[in-house]
């Protein structure tokens, strides 16, 4: 049962009755909802961050997910607030004179405040007096403008204010920090037109302000703020984010209606489920490692959720949760070969489900016809085994599959086609390697839908012993070691495996292969009563069986019709990995970038960034200023402050101190705003491949 929005996300109010209650020492502990903004404002106390606290360390991402929160808040009625969560610290005298609160928890968030008010300040400071004086007001110690009311850390206290206060020297340009490139993405996002929209979801921000008094025990309440229960999954979020804000009537409705039939249908999947949708739906790929990105994909997808839009966007989900229930469940679908289609496919794992969905859903809607669906299911089945087979990744394929279905089956098939390994590839890999998935590709050659009732036989067994003999004269152990070798290599390949009974196979373990031919001559599988009218049993007998089963292979897992060559294992660019921050090796991520058939040298992602942005510049400019202007950047007429820069034409510059997720969203965004996105392929080096995403 799903937990209620009360019990997930407590008010402000709630929060703060909460740690009074908890604390249990009223007189040590202070607790109260307050307005973010006019806290900061209105405090003539220096806020200190401690020497033990961590290093400032958000990164881009969690401004951009700060700043489009304060946005929205900025657009709701005037009762409406955004709760940040809690700021625990406590009161502290230097002894002359200087009040201070020593900041237990919250520094980061804080931190991040003072550098987005800061670009506030800043970018309005001569065209609007009486606003930025309120802004100053939130920054600057009112007994001495030199100073900002947040104390960081000593050891990087003069970078934060020379950031704040603006007075960094030429020297600083090209100064590195966190407060640097976050300062440097706050400024490039507000646009002077929109200043006091952001001011107005400031003043809306709400947390809770712990204070301690000297008896609290700080560490104990710390860790009990951090660390009691478990954090929320992305399914969880999203039950919240749907269900906030309606009236209890509204609530029940949807809970009764949409949410517990999807859950009902997904059960202890329903986090798949929700990612797979949005795959789906989007046709890009949505989980980030270290981040919650099933649930903000979610929310940038549907921003806005009045109950009647709730209502037909929600009846949509419950749809899709019973298809993906026959996904997970394939005996229940209502047309047996479909199900068997179904069942094929979950062989290989849950990867292509959101396209599974989709199709099986426009099939629903009488879109596409059962013989054509069924076409795409076994195109989807022969390019995974195929892959596997030639020793290439199935991960991360599904998302450009449904990009390409937007535009048709014909754009779908050809995608499949760009991907699947030839016939010659596939040859080798069948002849030289482990067989993938033996049960279910025996079962299909055989003409068989599962291999309920038959084991997987290996005809030269795994380990042989000394007495077994392929041909009824030479025992295993009179083979050379050459020999042997050369067997066992074969061992686990198509051609010597086969299918046989429970019972058969019980008898036939480790026995010779004269033995064996009696009881292969007794089973019901076509494929195994062939390998009883060998008469021996060896490496040329395998490499024959594998050429015959190969031709049979290439017929069921056929490749579609569609004259491309394979494609050197290209990832599409939008779906490429988005890394945080600069993880170790991003300079050598790439082998090579494909832009619309021409091959550049591109090792990392800063250089593709670069040379995009020039490119487009230069072939498709009018797509760089609409995607700059909608985006905030990051091209400007000007070098308005300091960081890394690279001029691009005599009036324009680009802003090149961004991370490595901003850069490659950056170039997957104006790329799609050319229409150009679906002809440029990353190639990944080794060490972008071993790269944690």
């Avoid at 020999?483 to 066992?488: C, F, I, L, M, S």
């Avoid at 599988?525 to 292979?553: K, M, P, Y």
Wanted: aromatic share 8%; net charge negative.
């Amino acid at each position: 049962m799903s937990s209620t929005p009360e019990t997930i996300s407590p008010t402000p109010a709630q929060a703060a009755t909460d740690v009074n209650t908890a604390a249990n020492t009223a007189a040590n502990v202070a607790a109260t909802a307050v307005n973010t903004i006019g806290w900061l404002a209105a405090s003539d106390t220096t806020i200190v961050v401690p020497v033990y606290q961590r290093q400032y360390r958000w990164d881009i991402g969690g401004c951009e997910q700060l700043l489009g929160d304060i946005r929205a808040v900025a657009d709701t009625d005037d009762g409406q607030t955004h709760f940040i969560g809690s700021i625990l610290s406590t009161a502290s005298d230097a002894g002359a004179g200087d009040p201070h609160l020593v900041l237990i928890d919250g520094q980061q968030r804080l931190t991040t405040l003072m550098l987005l008010v800061a670009a506030l300040h800043h970018t309005l400071r001569d065209d609007d007096p009486a606003l930025a004086d309120e802004l100053a007001r939130v920054l600057v110690h009112p007994d001495d403008p030199a100073r900002t009311k947040l104390r960081p850390h000593r050891a990087w206290a003069e970078v934060f204010e020379s950031v704040v206060l603006d007075r960094r020297s030429p020297g600083d340009t090209e100064r590195e920090s966190r407060f640097d490139d976050n300062y440097a993405f706050f400024r490039s996002q507000i646009r002077p037109d929109e200043a006091a929209h952001i001011w107005r979801g400031l003043q809306k921000l709400e947390h809770v302000s712990i204070t301690l008094g000297g008896e609290a025990n700080a560490q104990q309440i710390f860790e009990s703020l951090n660390s009691t229960g478990e954090p929320l999954r992305d399914h969880e979020l999203i039950h919240n984010y749907v269900l906030m804000g309606l009236s209890h009537e509204e609530q029940s409705e949807i809970e009764s209606q949409f949410w517990l039939p999807i859950e009902q249908a997904t059960g202890d999947q329903i986090g798949s489920f929700w990612a797979h949708y949005l795959v789906m739906r989007t046709g890009r790929e949505v989980t980030v490692a270290g981040e919650r990105g099933v649930y903000d994909t979610f929310r940038h997808e549907f921003p806005r959720l009045g109950i009647d839009t709730l209502r037909g966007h929600a009846a949509q989900w419950r749809e899709d949760a019973a298809i993906y229930r026959l996904l997970l469940e394939p005996a229940e679908t209502p047309d047996a070969g479909i199900g068997a289609q179904f069942a094929f496919l979950s062989t290989f794992g849950r990867g292509t489900y959101p396209l599974v969905m989709r199709l099986y859903g426009e099939h629903l809607r009488g879109a596409l016809p059962r013989e054509e669906l069924i076409e795409s299911l076994e195109q989807l089945q022969s390019l995974l085994l195929r892959r596997i087979v030639s020793g290439l990744p199935v991960d991360r394929l599904v998302a450009r599959l449904c990009r390409a279905a937007d535009a048709g089956r014909d754009a779908l098939a050809h995608a499949i086609a760009r991907i699947t390994p030839s016939d010659e590839r596939t040859r080798v890999g069948l002849k030289y390697t482990e067989l993938p998935h033996p049960a279910y590709v025996l079962a299909r050659l055989a003409g068989r839908t599962d291999a309920e009732g038959v084991d997987v036989e290996h005809i030269v067994p795994i380990a042989p012993s000394d007495e077994w003999t392929g041909d009824g004269v030479r025992r295993w152990g009179e083979l050379s070691d050459d020999e042997q070798n050369a067997h066992r290599a074969l061992v686990p390949t198509l051609g010597n495996l086969t299918l046989l009974e429970h019972d058969l196979a019980d008898r036939a373990f480790d026995a010779s292969f004269p033995e064996k031919r009696s009881l292969y001559a007794r089973s019901g599988v076509d494929l195994t009563v062939d390998v009883a009218g060998a008469l021996t049993w060896g490496t040329a007998s395998i490499a024959a069986r594998t050429e015959e089963l190969t031709r049979r292979f290439t017929e069921v897992w056929r490749r579609p019709a569609v004259t491309v060559i394979d494609d050197d294992d290209l990832t599409p660019v939008l779906d490429a990995r988005k890394r945080r921050g600069w993880p170790r090796g991003w300079q050598r991520e790439f082998d090579y970038v494909e832009f619309r058939g021409e091959h550049w040298e591109v090792p990392d992602v800063k250089y593709l960034f670069n040379r995009v942005f020039k490119r487009l510049w230069a072939d498709s400019r009018e797509s760089v200023v609409a995607f700059s202007a909608r985006r905030g950047g990051p091209v400007y007429p000007a070098m308005a402050w300091n960081g890394h820069w690279d001029r691009i034409a005599d009036d324009q510059y680009l802003y090149m101190g961004w991370d490595s997720k901003y850069m490659l969203s950056a170039v997957q965004g104006v790329l799609e705003e050319a229409g150009w996105a679906s002809e440029v392929f990353v190639k990944y080096s080794y060490i972008g491949d071993a790269m944690r995403d």
